[in-house]
Protein backbone atom coordinates (compact mmCIF):
# COMPACT_ATOMS: atom_id res chain seq x y z
CA UNK A 1 0.00 0.00 0.00
CA UNK A 2 0.99 3.46 -0.45
CA UNK A 3 0.11 6.41 1.12
CA UNK A 4 -0.49 10.14 -0.09
CA UNK A 5 -1.12 13.15 2.12
CA UNK A 6 -0.82 16.55 0.44
CA UNK A 7 -0.30 19.62 1.36
CA UNK A 8 -0.20 23.95 0.98
CA UNK A 9 -3.84 24.63 -0.81
CA UNK A 10 -5.61 28.03 -0.16
CA UNK A 11 -7.14 30.80 -1.13
CA UNK A 12 -5.06 33.21 -3.68
CA UNK A 13 -5.44 36.23 -5.67
CA UNK A 14 -5.40 36.03 -9.84
CA UNK A 15 -1.74 35.84 -10.46
CA UNK A 16 -0.61 34.61 -7.43
CA UNK A 17 1.48 31.38 -6.58
CA UNK A 18 0.87 27.99 -4.30
CA UNK A 19 3.21 25.20 -3.78
CA UNK A 20 1.84 21.82 -3.09
CA UNK A 21 3.33 19.13 -1.49
CA UNK A 22 2.68 15.44 -1.78
CA UNK A 23 4.15 13.30 1.13
CA UNK A 24 4.49 9.36 0.02
CA UNK A 25 4.75 6.70 2.61
CA UNK A 26 4.72 2.77 2.76
CA UNK A 27 5.83 1.01 -0.29
CA UNK A 28 7.36 3.56 -2.04
CA UNK A 29 9.58 0.92 -4.12
CA UNK A 30 6.37 -0.07 -5.83
CA UNK A 31 5.63 3.47 -7.36
CA UNK A 32 5.61 3.48 -11.12
CA UNK A 33 4.57 6.78 -11.57
CA UNK A 34 3.66 10.02 -9.65
CA UNK A 35 1.58 12.88 -10.46
CA UNK A 36 -1.18 15.78 -10.05
CA UNK A 37 -4.67 16.10 -11.03
CA UNK A 38 -7.51 18.51 -10.31
CA UNK A 39 -11.35 18.41 -10.08
CA UNK A 40 -13.43 21.07 -10.49
CA UNK A 41 -17.21 21.11 -9.16
CA UNK A 42 -19.41 19.68 -12.17
CA UNK A 43 -16.05 18.35 -14.20
CA UNK A 44 -14.00 15.21 -14.16
CA UNK A 45 -10.74 15.25 -12.82
CA UNK A 46 -7.90 15.91 -15.12
CA UNK A 47 -4.33 15.76 -15.16
CA UNK A 48 -2.54 18.83 -14.49
CA UNK A 49 1.22 17.43 -14.24
CA UNK A 50 3.10 14.02 -13.84
CA UNK A 51 6.46 12.24 -13.83
CA UNK A 52 5.80 9.59 -16.55
CA UNK A 53 7.43 6.06 -15.90
CA UNK A 54 10.61 6.77 -17.95
CA UNK A 55 11.01 10.27 -15.83
CA UNK A 56 10.19 12.62 -18.53
CA UNK A 57 7.11 15.20 -17.23
CA UNK A 58 3.60 16.08 -19.04
CA UNK A 59 1.65 18.75 -18.34
CA UNK A 60 -2.03 19.66 -19.39
CA UNK A 61 -1.99 22.56 -22.03
CA UNK A 62 -3.50 25.43 -19.92
CA UNK A 63 -0.41 25.18 -17.35
CA UNK A 64 2.33 24.90 -19.67
CA UNK A 65 4.48 27.40 -18.37
CA UNK A 66 2.79 28.44 -15.22
CA UNK A 67 2.86 25.11 -13.45
CA UNK A 68 6.23 23.26 -12.32
CA UNK A 69 6.60 19.40 -10.91
CA UNK A 70 9.46 18.23 -9.15
CA UNK A 71 10.20 15.93 -6.68
CA UNK A 72 12.76 15.09 -3.66
CA UNK A 73 13.18 11.29 -3.60
CA UNK A 74 15.11 11.92 -0.09
CA UNK A 75 12.21 13.31 1.03
CA UNK A 76 9.32 10.86 -0.55
CA UNK A 77 7.90 14.25 -1.51
CA UNK A 78 6.24 15.80 -4.88
CA UNK A 79 5.62 19.28 -5.81
CA UNK A 80 3.51 21.65 -8.11
CA UNK A 81 4.59 24.89 -8.01
CA UNK A 82 2.18 27.17 -9.03
CA UNK A 83 2.64 30.52 -10.82
CA UNK A 84 0.07 33.00 -12.40
CA UNK A 85 -2.90 31.39 -11.10
CA UNK A 86 -6.03 32.18 -12.78
CA UNK A 87 -9.56 31.82 -11.54
CA UNK A 88 -9.74 28.87 -13.93
CA UNK A 89 -7.07 26.76 -12.01
CA UNK A 90 -9.73 26.63 -8.80
CA UNK A 91 -10.03 22.94 -8.11
CA UNK A 92 -9.17 20.24 -5.87
CA UNK A 93 -6.26 18.76 -6.84
CA UNK A 94 -5.12 15.08 -6.06
CA UNK A 95 -1.84 13.33 -5.98
CA UNK A 96 -1.83 10.80 -7.63
CA UNK A 97 0.73 7.35 -7.40
CA UNK A 98 0.40 4.48 -9.98
CA UNK A 99 1.79 1.30 -8.18
CA UNK A 100 3.02 -1.57 -8.84
CA UNK A 101 1.26 -4.36 -7.51
CA UNK A 102 0.57 -8.32 -8.82
CA UNK A 103 -2.00 -8.05 -11.64
CA UNK A 104 -2.33 -4.65 -13.49
CA UNK A 105 -1.00 -1.42 -11.75
CA UNK A 106 -3.34 0.66 -9.47
CA UNK A 107 -4.15 4.20 -8.83
CA UNK A 108 -3.01 5.63 -5.11
CA UNK A 109 -5.09 8.93 -4.47
CA UNK A 110 -4.12 11.60 -1.88
CA UNK A 111 -7.36 12.99 -0.22
CA UNK A 112 -7.26 15.93 -2.00
CA UNK A 113 -6.37 19.94 -1.24
CA UNK A 114 -8.77 23.10 -2.59
CA UNK A 115 -6.95 25.55 -4.38
CA UNK A 116 -9.59 28.65 -4.63
CA UNK A 117 -8.40 31.30 -7.17
CA UNK A 118 -10.38 34.44 -7.22
CA UNK A 119 -10.53 37.26 -9.29
Known amino acids: QVQLVESGGGLVQTGGSLRLSCAASGRIFSIKAMGWYRQAPGSQRELVAA???????DYADSVKGRFTISRDNAKNTLYLQMNSLKPEDTAVYYC?????????????WGQGTQVTVSS
Open 96 to 108: NARVAVPGPDVDS
Open 51 to 57: FTRSGST
